[in-house]
């Protein structure tokens, strides 16, 4: 069973300050997946990464993919009260059912 | 593009009613949809994968006779609560994922309906 550990699972910071999520899993990915959700709201997607290495940049927001494709990294820099939310990371396994895998969420606070 | 549809968004009925949620993708054709469940402050639990033409695939401990998933046409997949009990009372959220060719396609969410059940 593929598993895929996020951490930390709550995190509450100051306006201004870096930020980092993880995620990490002892199974192989063909892609992982970041997902922002607000309450009461269905998770939008961020990224896609499927290369072993890749770095993204989404504005203020870098993912990494782990070069052995089993980890995951999601940096904000200065973060702003607009970030809270909830951060889910999501990998595609290696059958073709095309069936997501989730880590447990990171809610972040960003406070003003 | 790649909007998906949740309707209703928030239904509140009695115990034993049945209720019935439809995900719907608005500009894109979806051989697969996935019916999720979330509890406040948690992430996504699957339930089912519900691929177009064929009976739906559950997760381990989901009851299929209780969440019946119908999946009819290439932009339409419903989930319905049977004879719902609060304990059936959450969030719901699908999802629709382009057709095959890449198997990377990213899945898209509707978003959500909250069921609660008096």
């Known amino acids: 069973t593929q598993l895929l550990e996020q951490s930390p699972q709550f995190l509450s910071i100051q306006e201004g300050e870096n930020l980092t999520v993880y995620c990490n899993s002892s199974s192989v990915f063909s892609s992982l997946q970041w997902y922002r959700q607000e309450p009461g709201e269905g998770p939008v997607l961020l990224v896609t990464?499927?290369?072993?290495?890749e770095v993204k940049k989404l504005k203020r927001l870098t993912f990494q993919f782990g070069d052995a494709r089993k980890d995951s990294s999601l940096h904000i820099t200065a973060a702003q009260p607009g970030d809270t939310g909830l951060y889910l990371c999501a990998g595609q396994g290696s059958s073709n059912t095309g069936k997501l895998i989730f880590g447990q969420g990171t809610t972040l606070q960003v406070k003003p | 593009g790649a909007v998906v549809s949740q309707h209703p968004s928030w239904v509140i009925c009695k115990s034993g009613t049945s209720v019935k949620i439809e995900c719907r993708s608005l500009?894109?054709?979806?051989?697969?949809m996935f019916w999720y469940r979330q509890f406040p402050k948690q992430s996504l639990m699957l339930m089912a994968t519900?691929?177009?033409?064929?009976?739906?695939?559950?997760e381990q401990g989901v009851e299929k006779d209780k969440f019946l998933i119908n999946h009819a046409s290439l932009t339409l997949s419903t989930l319905t609560v049977t004879s719902a009990h609060p304990e059936d009372s959450s969030f719901y959220i699908c999802s629709a994922r382009t057709l095959a060719g890449n198997s990377n396609q990213p899945q898209h969410f509707g978003d959500g309906t909250r069921l609660s059940i008096l």
């Open positions: 500009d894109f054709q979806a051989t697969t």
């Open positions: 990464v499927v290369t072993g290495g």
């Open positions: 519900s691929n177009e033409g064929s009976k739906a695939t559950y």
